[in-house]
């Protein structure tokens, strides 16, 4: 199984982004996922969470500007980001619990990073 996160990239504050975090196709379900973010020089931090009832959970740094949601059927989770601010400028990375079509679950299976730089 892999995750691939998608969609970073320069914007200027105030703008907006949308990340996407796929699921490999011998991936049978994503269950809860979660982003996080590293900006540089400093530790990875929780941004938001969305379990498989649809529960959604923000840090606080991103209520009211950020949006979690899902596509089953496709197996991607979304990250809509509004407002940005410069200090928004990290990697994302999602990370999900996942299931294969053998039956067999990864916990916290970490995606490959998607670089979010939002100038001032």
């Known amino acids: 199984v892999q995750l691939q996160a998608s969609g970073g990239g320069l914007v200027q504050a105030g703008g907006s982004l949308r990340l996407s975090c796929s699921a490999s196709?011998?991936?049978?379900?994503?269950?809860?996922i979660r982003w996080y973010r590293r900006a540089p020089g400093k530790q990875r931090d929780f941004v938001a969470r969305?379990?498989?009832?649809?529960?959604?959970t923000y840090a606080d740094s991103v209520k009211g500007r950020f949006t979690i949601s899902r596509d089953n059927a496709k197996n991607t989770v979304f990250l809509q980001m509004n407002s940005l601010k410069p200090e928004d400028t990290a990697i994302y990375y999602c990370?999900?619990?996942?299931?294969?079509?053998?039956?067999?679950?990864?916990?916290?299976?970490w995606g490959q990073g998607t670089q979010v730089t939002v100038s001032s």
């Open positions: 969305i379990t498989t009832d649809d529960m959604t």
């Open positions: 990370n999900a619990d996942l299931t294969d079509y053998n039956g067999r679950s990864y916990l916290e299976f």
């Open positions: 196709r011998s991936t049978f379900s994503i269950n809860d």
